[in-house]
């Protein structure tokens, strides 16, 4: 695999994970049993950095050049940049489905499980925007 095709790969992943990931929040807040505005707040923090490396991904999408003219991507690399983008989106779907089918948890403690995938797993999806989405298409 590429880099560009890897960098296709994360920015599939992430655009598409964050329409998607949007929708489901607006779901969940629809048949959530804990008060709407605790939800909202919820769903809306898991949004920023993610939209932050979809709209990157985006707008590195809108300006490829025709040919792949990439190296090669390291597997070792292809594996740790796609796993960790996938765990960012797989733990934020759980903390949101959390609010439907566990009402033990309390909003306070989803909102802080929220506020810690953001942390941790954002800063290596902030690593993955910045070495694959860079200002400049590769190859440009």
Known sequence: MTKLQL???IAAIVVYGHI???AFGLLITLVSP???ADTVQMILMGS???AMVGISAYRFMSNLPLADTTSSADPAWVRMSTATTVAF???LFAA???ATVNT???VNSLKFIVG?????LGAYLGINRDVMFPEEAHGK
Do not use: G
């Open 7 to 9: 960098a296709k790969r």
């Open 89 to 91: 989106l797989v733990a």
């Open 116 to 120: 810690a995938i953001e942390t941790i």
């Open 104 to 106: 033990a948890i309390h």
């Open 20 to 22: 998607f990931l949007f």
């Open 96 to 98: 949101y489905a959390a």
């Open 34 to 36: 804990y008060d709407r």
């Open 48 to 50: 920023p950095l993610l």
